[in-house]
């Protein structure tokens, strides 16, 4: 026996890519040999492949005709099989020391890192048309940054420990939910498919997980290297199947312990709704964590430097076709700087190429489904027919052999459009010039437009300009950045989350999401036992 210390936890370095590295040819034979196969991909229940009658196909949203394999949906009958399993498995895996849980997540880590790090890229740019640099910093870096970090964070809890009296020694154990957690997981970044099952399951408790439609193909991975790295059955069940075959399976049942969900504000709100409308039926109150949407911001003042806001703007926007819940999707530019942002934006943007991932010249590729596809351009739409919007950029779309959407570009004279207070989630930012000596009286509109409260970024050289937006917007975003683009958040360094209407802002890739996952309870053992039931001022 020993009180155990884990590995300190690192960032894990980005590779690069460049042309003729070794990484790069390890990735691009990895590409070939994907897409030489076709998946048919099963559900997961109690560590056993499970089939269905229905198979839905899977293609890459850049290239239709690409066909990476087909996935069994799963019904009612599927996910009440799920379920007994994680109830069944909860009786073993909720007595397993730590270190043996801990031991299982920093081995899924280091296949991550390792022998499946090109599997894992390739699988993201072909299924979720993401660069290879997006995919990278994504399906690899982070995710196996949620691992080392979570588990760190696993026993820094442990840790916390209660002082103690004489005759008495206090101490905190750390239980895992009575029942099981439903994770709820996206399409748009592969660490949060990752993420959200496995942070509960390593505090002991077991998940039924069910991915987008649009995130099976890696999600399918991720399942094979955690049965690899030797999670018991029956611990993380993954389930494809449709809402309604969910519903009084999984959130009206008596064992639902905790719910962890990335995805849109309306989805969660009535997760919620379910929740209250059932819960004297539960047997303990649910944990119910969540991060949706965002509107997500760039503020600038007239102190700031163009060529910077531009580069904002061009990174944080369209990068992974701003399809991230923190894409810059509005921003509050002075006048006096207009000219020169517009001038360096347009010219980054004449160079920014639009296509397949495979080509690595492209910076830009296809949004991930047909649906997406529709409702943002639906926003284009609605801004074209309107005279109070201006486009600058882009505007053309695109959907005969993929869903590309050109990185858009749109000003107007309304800063209450619904461009500026609509979440959109895809390639298209839309700009509200101000006059310069109105920016206290921007701030407050930029408060006060949208229900979202994810992230933001304020660009100024003048301290006493960042201090009033960071005291301004101090409600506006969970994640907020000075001189920064809105994007890009690293375990460890910047907690994500927000509030308002963006989530319970638990923070992923902290110890603040963790503890969400453990009911503590307080031991008190008396050393020395009273034998006297009399206290001293009963004395005469």
């Known amino acids: 026996m020993g009180i ?49 009658k229905d198979q839905i196909e899977i293609r890459s949203p850049h290239k239709l005709d690409q066909v990476l ?22 009786k073993t895996w909720q007595h397993v020391p730590w270190e043996h849980r801990a031991a299982i997540f920093l081995k899924i880590a280091d296949l991550i890192a390792g022998p499946y790090r090109e599997t894992m890229n390739a699988a993201c740019m072909l299924a979720h048309s993401k660069t290879i640099h997006q995919a990278e910093i994504d399906a690899v870096c982070e995710l196996v940054d949620f691992l080392r970090f979570n588990v760190y964070y696993m026993t820094e809890i442990y840790r916390m420990q209660p002082i103690s009296s004489d005759t008495v020694w206090n101490r905190v154990d750390y239980r895992p939910l009575e029942g099981f957690v439903f994770a ?29 439609s649009t995130a099976v193909y890696t999600s399918h991975i991720l399942m094979k290297i955690f049965r690899e790295a030797g999670l018991p059955p029956g611990v993380i069940n993954l389930v494809f199947a449709r809402g309604s075959a969910i519903g009084d399976t999984v959130m009206k049942n ?82 006096s ?28 590729c296809a949004v991930i489904d047909e649906s997406a596809f529709d409702s943002i351009t639906a926003y284009i739409d609605y801004a074209r027919e309107r005279d109070d919007h201006e486009f600058i950029a882009g505007g053309n779309y695109d959907k005969k052999k993929g869903y590309f959407i ?50 933001g970024a304020i660009f100024a050289t003048d301290r006493n300009a960042v201090m009033l937006a960071e005291r301004t917007l101090r409600g506006a975003a969970g994640n907020f950045y000075i001189n920064d683009k809105p994007t890009g ?27 969400r996952w453990a009911s503590p309870r307080a031991i008190k053992e008396a050393l020395v036992t009273p034998r006297d039931w009399k206290y001293p001022f009963l004395g005469k």
């Open 4 to 52: 155990f210390r884990v590995p300190t936890p690192k960032n894990e370095p980005n590779l690069g890519y460049g042309p003729g590295s070794p990484e790069r040819k390890r990735l691009e034979a990895e590409l070939k040999r994907l897409k030489s196969q076709k998946f048919e991909i099963p559900l997961v229940i109690n560590g056993e492949d499970v089939t269905a």
């Open 69 to 90: 394999g087909s996935y069994h949906q799963g019904g009612a009958e599927e996910v009440k099989k799920a379920v007994d399993a994680a109830l069944e498995a909860q």
């Open 184 to 212: 709820v997981t996206p399409f748009n970044f592969v660490a949060i498919n990752g993420n959200l099952p496995t942070s509960p399951a390593m505090m002991g408790n077991v998940v039924i997980w069910k991915p987008a």
């Open 254 to 335: 008596p064992n639902l312990a905790g719910i962890h969900f990335t995805g849109s504000t309306p989805v969660f709100q009535n997760m919620w709704k379910t929740v209250g409308e059932n819960i004297a039926s539960y047997k303990s109150y649910p944990r119910i964590v969540g991060e949706t949407g965002g509107k997500d911001f760039i503020m600038a003042h007239h102190t700031a430097v163009p060529e910077e806001i531009a580069t904002a703007i061009t990174r944080g926007a369209f990068e992974f076709q701003g399809q991230k819940c923190s894409a810059a999707s509005r921003c509050y530019l002075p006048k």
């Open 337 to 364: 700087l207009w000219p020169k942002i517009k001038e360096t934006l347009l010219g980054q943007l004449k160079e920014v190429k639009m296509g397949d991932p495979e080509d690595f010249e492209n910076f830009v």
């Open 406 to 455: 050109e990185p858009t570009v749109i000003v107007t004279t309304d800063p209450h459009s619904k461009l500026m207070e609509e979440e959109i989630f895809g390639p298209v930012v839309t700009l509200y010039i101000y006059d310069d000596d109105k920016y206290a009286e921007t701030l407050h509109i930029l408060d006060e437009t949208s229900p979202y409260a994810l992230t």
């Open 489 to 515: 958040s690293i375990v460890g360094q910047q907690p994500f989350g927000g509030a308002r209407a963006s989530g319970t802002n638990d923070k992923a890739g902290a110890i603040q999401n963790m503890i």
